[in-house]
């Protein structure tokens, strides 16, 4: 499930042994090893995403390092192998004092329980700009209510509904605002030929294959939470349960099969690719609504002007969460977090250290450090332009790699959104913009935040995985027509005997620890 946002990667017992041999490097009374740490130099690991990983006498990082008053000495791993890096290092007994961890994964969770990390709860408030961070993002990244990193934050809100504006505009209608008004709009682009082309060769809503099981951020779980279900858990009664054990889940499941039986869903739901495949089916005139996020919205909307630059605007609009049934608005958020910044007690081993670590990393929490670390160098690669940031073209090598290097040293910071937003494209970017910050912010006044994210159930870092497939699996065959309703409770009742039942008793137990919230 989402709530735990980690997926088990490498068995329980390379975790065990990096806890060991982690734990039994610590001698000093808060910690750590006896021979201090020469923090006049800061080891970094983290994930790359570019083409090619920055020098260390490159532009950023000197500037980094000029902001700072710190020279670094960064490790740059691939991000398609940057978790079999962090369990190798783990295991390995020596860490850098700095290292992303891209979640909850179980080496990890294993790791910060022995001791192995510093728990950054009660510390990070004496920092202004670390001080910051939401507070619902905090109790998320945490583990049972430890915050063993600083959390890499997010947009909270992000959630939109992409539409055909000039289909609407075809056949006369508004902006869906409710669920019941999602329906009418797909079955009018399904069945009143909004393409004008004469053939009913057009379908309402697309959905597409999507990666992962129950609670993983797909269409079906925003659907189900404006029907009112939990954001992978509720609180019932004092308790936690599991979201698809409620009936508003099984509402909001029911309205999606209809959907499906009513032919208004592209029938290659389980094979169309997530990436450009489903935003090619929407330009290209398949389909008419897209339940995704915002940025997808511009995605779609760059891909419109590169097909018809005079007239791109004219295609494509966006709505926020949606009105359910019950005229309330329940918004789906993110987790709010990319993964965290964690500081190695083996390689920290003091308090003082401690802080002088946690004053950089404040720097680079600060406005000034998250437009070097987002937005890059002024005057450099780009320009501000009333207040928002304008790339600068060119083909000077020194800019493209600078260009390059920015986005590597994005992965370390810690407030992604305190930086200058970019320089609209055109007017049609702009009016979406303005109106996805209105409804974003409305939006996040209404999110149904997850009560169980802080907590970690032994079973589930096991089990997870598969547990998460079986409702995730079970959910799509019920909306294909492949199971019936029992079919579906069936299957959610296979989730509870074949581990789940451990998991609930699990996250309860914490719960109640935690004051049941």
């Not at 269409?219 to 054990?245: M, Q």
């Not at 630059?309 to 005229?327: C, E, M, Q, R, S």
Request: hydrophobic fraction near 40%; include cysteine; charged fraction near 20%.
């Amino acid at each position: 499930m989402r709530w735990n946002a980690y997926r088990p990667i490498m068995a329980g017992a390379i975790a065990a042994a990096a806890a060991v041999a982690l734990t039994a490097c610590t001698s000093s009374p808060e910690g750590g090893k006896a021979d201090p740490a020469d923090l006049a130099t800061i080891d970094m690991m983290a994930p790359v995403i570019t083409a090619q990983a920055p020098s260390a006498t490159g532009d950023m990082q000197k500037a980094v390092e000029q902001l700072t008053g710190k020279k670094l000495n960064m490790t740059w791993v691939p991000n398609s192998s940057y978790n079999d890096k962090t369990n190798i290092t783990l295991a390995s007994g020596s860490m850098p004092e700095v290292m992303v961890i891209q979640g909850k994964i179980p080496a990890f969770v294993q790791n910060a329980k022995a001791g192995a990390f510093w728990d950054l709860t009660d510390r990070i408030d004496k920092y202004p700009n670390l001080a910051k961070a939401n507070k619902q993002v905090r109790l998320g990244a945490s583990i049972d209510g430890h915050l063993y990193g600083l959390p890499r934050e997010r947009q909270l809100m992000r959630v939109a509904v992409t539409i055909r504006k000039d289909w609407l505009a075809k056949l006369g209608l508004p902006e869906p605002a409710t669920v019941q008004d999602l329906y009418a709009v797909a079955k009018a682009f399904t069945e009143n030929d909004p393409d004008g082309n004469g053939k009913k060769d057009t379908y309402g809503i697309l959905f597409p294959k999507w990666p992962s099981g129950y609670a993983s951020g797909s269409p079906y779980d925003v659907i189900e939470t404006w029907f009112g279900a939990p954001n992978a858990w509720g609180a019932r009664d004092g308790k936690l349960v599991p979201g698809f054990d409620t009936t508003q889940f099984a509402d909001g499941a029911r309205y999606i099969r209809r959907l499906f039986d009513e032919k208004l869903v592209n029938p290659d739901f389980a094979t169309l690719d997530s990436g450009k495949p489903w935003e090619d089916a929407f330009t290209n005139g398949k389909g008419g609504i897209i339940i995704d996020t915002s940025s997808r919205t511009l995605s779609i909307l760059s891909s419109l002007k590169q097909k018809d630059p005079a007239n791109y605007g004219k295609y494509v609009t966006a709505v926020g969460n949606l009105l359910g049934p019950d005229g309330v608005r329940h918004s789906l958020p993110t987790f709010g977090y990319s993964g965290f910044l964690a500081v190695s007690k083996q390689s920290v081993p003091t308090g003082a250290e401690l802080d002088d670590l946690l004053a950089v990393l404040d720097k680079l929490a600060s406005k000034e450090g998250q437009v070097l670390l987002n937005n890059g160098i002024e005057g450099r690669n780009f320009t501000l332009d009333n207040g928002a940031a304008k790339p600068v073209t060119s083909t000077d090598p020194a800019i493209v790699t600078l260009k390059n290097d920015l986005g590597a040293f994005g992965q370390i910071g810690t407030l992604g959104n305190d930086f200058y937003q970019p320089v609209p494209a055109g007017q049609p970017e702009k009016e979406i913009l303005d109106k996805r910050a209105v409804f974003h912010a409305r939006d996040l006044e209404t999110a149904v935040y997850n009560p169980a994210a802080a907590f970690v159930a032994p079973t589930y870092t096991q089990q997870g995985a598969q547990l998460d497939l079986i409702v995730g699996d079970a959910q799509v065959k019920y909306f294909a027509g492949q199971l019936d309703e029992n079919g579906l409770k069936k299957e959610t009742g296979r989730w509870h005997s074949e581990g789940g039942d451990k998991v609930v008793t699990e996250m309860n137990d914490l719960y109640a620890k935690a004051g049941g919230k």
